[in-house]
């Protein structure tokens, strides 16, 4: 499964975590992606979407 919404495209992000002495190593952050049962077109389908397009309706959740 890609980490990657397939509605709003939110993915991967990466960067560096500082320590408390400033030394810098690389680090990521995931989006919160979940799997869920999305109705479109009139058929039911499986799709990775993030909790943001889940919270603000941008899917059709099946029953």
Same mark, same amino acid.
């Given at each position: 499964m890609s980490r990657k919404c397939?509605?709003?495209g939110k993915g991967q992000v990466s960067? #560096?975590?500082v320590s408390h002495s #400033?030394?810098?190593t690389r680090r990521k952050w995931n989006a919160n992606i979940q799997s869920v049962r999305i109705e479109e077109n009139g058929r039911v389908r499986k799709a990775s979407v993030c909790t943001a397009c889940i919270r603000s309706n941008?899917? #059709?959740r099946a029953n």
């Amino acid at each position: 499964m890609s980490r990657k919404c397939e509605v709003c495209g939110k993915g991967q992000v990466s960067g #560096n975590s500082v320590s408390h002495s #400033n030394r810098h190593t690389r680090r990521k952050w995931n989006a919160n992606i979940q799997s869920v049962r999305i109705e479109e077109n009139g058929r039911v389908r499986k799709a990775s979407v993030c909790t943001a397009c889940i919270r603000s309706n941008k899917i #059709n959740r099946a029953n």
